[in-house]
T-cell receptor, first 110, second 114 residues
Framework: DAKTTQPPSMDCAEGRAANLPCNHS???????VYWYRQIHSQGPQYIIH???NNETNEMASLIITEDRKSSTLILPHATLRDTAVYYC???????????FGKGTRLHILP | DTGVSQDPRHKITKRGQNVTFRCDPI?????LYWYRQTLGQGPEFLTY????????KSRLLSDRFSAERPKGSFSTLEIQRTEQGDSAMYLC????????????FGPGTRLTVL
């Protein structure tokens, strides 16, 4: 079973920041938080990952709480092309398979 | 584009026929994974290879399924005697043994069994 809990769906206005929450209260010390997204009928796309510190790349920012039991993915200026299912995953970096949950379906509203 | 590629993108077959899918990973990646995704669900792990060795198989991978990676580069997934329940998106991902093992996915092969 997936080790994360995400809301099933969220709406965000175009141009605003989209903040997607994820709970992972049973995360172990050596497990990373990964985010992927899947646009309709495409393969999952890697977004970002982190262990303890907040991370930022050209796509998004990842904020991890100090106790590591939850995190937030931030898309700073959402566009219609960000409409997708977003998956939050915890896994050991050198582990093998990814266990996906149901993710959050993000709707960007024009 | 040097990402993961999969072929074909779509396959329609009749029940009972055999099908084979191909995955070409990112060139320097030595780990290769197969996942299956049915409508409305997240992808589910099927199997993975490190170089040419198949290291883990899910119990979802019935005896009708076989995967190979003979030279440690591309991989094939074959389904024999297809059933309607095999209809799904079959996804391939690859990663490097070094670093944090981030998996990069291909576009998938959509299988429809009539």
């Amino acid at each position: 079973d997936a080790k994360t809990t995400q809301p099933p769906s969220m709406d965000c206005a175009e141009g605003r920041a989209a903040n997607l929450p994820c709970n992972h209260s049973t995360i172990s010390g050596n497990e990373y938080v990964y985010w992927y997204r899947q646009i309709h009928s495409q393969g999952p796309q890697y977004i970002i990952h982190g262990l303890k510190n907040n991370e930022t790349n050209e796509m998004a920012s990842l904020i991890i709480t100090e106790d590591r039991k939850s995190s937030t993915l931030i898309l700073p200026h959402a566009t219609l092309r960000d409409t997708a299912v977003y998956y939050c995953i915890v896994r050991v970096g050198a582990d093998d398979k990814i266990i996906f949950g149901k993710g959050t379906r993000l709707h960007i509203l024009p | 584009d040097t990402g993961v590629s999969q072929d074909p993108r779509h396959k329609i077959t009749k029940r009972g026929q055999n099908v084979t899918f191909r995955c070409d990973p990112i060139s320097e990646h030595n780990r290769l994974y197969w996942y299956r995704q049915t409508l409305g669900q997240g992808p589910e792990f099927l199997t993975y290879f490190q170089n040419e060795a198949q290291l883990e198989k899910s119990r979802l991978l019935s005896d009708r399924f076989s995967a190979e990676r003979p030279k440690g580069s591309f991989s094939t997934l074959e389904i024999q005697r297809t059933e309607q329940g095999d209809s799904a998106m079959y996804l391939c991902a690859s990663s490097s043994l070094f670093g944090t093992d981030t998996q990069y996915f291909g576009p998938g092969t959509r299988l429809t069994v009539l």
